[in-house]
């Protein structure tokens, strides 16, 4: 295998699931979470590809696929909840959303 | 080192680069449309990373579903409900803002900190691989030999994604009473 090792890979992921972790703790404008949230799965792809390639082995392909259609479907009804928030006029601010508050 | 090995070097720390830059603008850009916009240069540089990793056939679906699909999908939603500002660290940084960098941080060392104790010494030398490592036709076959199940729940995983996305955009709002929220007219 030519160019960094595995190693490398996994220190570029977890730093970049950090960096989206960071994003979802830290902003309040539920699209900007679902985009970070976005990052972090893309982060655990790097991580399950890493391993795939360092075993050889082509189900961590399979499984990055799979993570790839949950991260589609979770796009999907995450816009889909936040277009209906707003149809319902409730402020897009994630600090907000307490109406399940006990 | 021959001159295939530095290019391979050089490409992947510009495309670390690159995903690092990207990332940290899809965080930090006030306006969900150039996140949004970010998120595009993430995902391409994503995808030279898992070239190099000889996931060929990956890389081509992450580009097709996220840049292709998915931000396409954001950008609407952005352009539908206008670009809001929302700048948590105006004002100087906040307790929120010490804490997150504080957990973000105690992340990415526990992750390493564990692999490098269960795996440290297991990380260096990768196997050999075939050239139908990655490719579509390896990944097809896997799918429907080993993994058929999982195949067929995630069709049924996006059928009830797209079902529950277009009960989502289409049932009419009820009235709302709930606290904090303005009076919703009857439609």
Redesign the interface.
Known sequence: ????????????S??????????V?????P??V???L??ML?AG??AL??F????????G??F???V??????????G??????M?????E??VD?L??LRG | MDA??IL??L??IGA?TA??AS??A??L?QN?FY??LS?IV??AS?AV??L????E??AA??VL??AG??VV??LF??A??GG?A?A??AGGPTL??F???L???A??VE??VV?ALTA?DR??D????SDA??SPA??GR??IS??LL?FEA?SI??L???V??VI??T?A?RT?R?????E?PER
């Open positions: 295998m030519m160019g960094p090792g595995i190693a490398s890979y996994l220190v570029v977890v730093v970049l699931f950090s960096i989206g972790a960071f994003g703790l830290i902003r309040r404008s699209l900007i679902l985009l970070a976005e990052i893309n792809n790097l590809l890493a795939a390639r360092h075993l050889g082995d082509g189900d392909h399979v990055a696929l799979a790839m259609v949950v991260a589609a479907s979770e796009a999907v009804i816009l889909g909840l936040i277009v209906a707003s149809r319902l006029r409730v897009l601010d907000k307490t109406t | 295939g090995e391979v070097w490409v992947w670390a995903l690092f990332g940290l899809v965080v850009f969900p996140s949004a998120l993430n995902l994503l990373l898992f190099l990793l000889s996931a056939f990956v679906a992450q579903v996220y699909a998915v999908m954001f939603v952005t539908y409900l809001r929302d948590p660290w929120q803002s804490f997150a960098v957990a973000a941080g992340i990415a992750v390493v692999i440290g990380l260096t990768p196997a050999e691989i490592f990655g390896e990944i896997l799918f080993d993994h999982a995630t995983v996006l009830v994604a797209a529950g996305g989502l955009g049932t709002p709302v709930a606290e904090g929220r303005a919703v």
